[in-house]
């Protein structure tokens, strides 16, 4: 059985910084390409950052690139986001997701839509008061 299971989340002033894991189980680890998304009430499920199965390539939304830093560490089954600068706006749960490498894509290829991900965790919150 598939295990995604985010961690880190909480409650920070704007300005400062948090940062939120995740590790899976049941799946091999670097044979997926993982992500971070974040949503709000209303809203659809938004990406925030990926990164390929290798670590090689990283992906960000326009909305925190020099903020945010994903990074994986493929002997632990983790990739997290270091949120450096957190911003009222970065409120939202965030979702750690796995998605499986295809061989019909380039080495570095980061997917970024819902659509390409297998696998979900249930989320960890974050809130970021002014």
């Known amino acids: 059985q598939v295990k995604v299971v985010e961690s880190g989340g909480g409650l920070v002033q704007a300005g400062g910084s948090l940062r939120v894991s995740c590790t899976t189980s049941?799946?091999?680890?670097?044979?997926?390409?993982m992500a971070w998304f974040r949503q709000i009430p209303g809203k659809d499920r938004e990406i925030v950052s990926g990164?390929?199965?290798?670590?090689?390539?990283?992906r960000y939304a326009d909305s925190v690139k020099g903020r945010f830093t994903i990074s994986r560490d493929n002997a632990k089954n983790t990739v997290t986001l270091q949120m450096n600068d957190l911003k009222p706006e970065d409120t939202a749960m965030y979702y750690c997701?796995?998605?499986?490498?295809?061989?019909?894509?380039?080495?570095?290829?980061?997917?970024?839509?819902?659509?390409?991900?297998?696998?979900w965790g249930q989320g960890t919150r974050v809130t970021v008061s002014s």
């Open positions: 990164i390929n199965y290798s670590g090689s390539s990283t």
């Open positions: 997701a796995a998605s499986e490498m295809s061989v019909y894509n380039e080495d570095d290829y980061v997917p970024t839509a819902t659509y390409e991900f297998n696998y």
């Open positions: 049941g799946l091999t680890f670097d044979d997926y390409h």
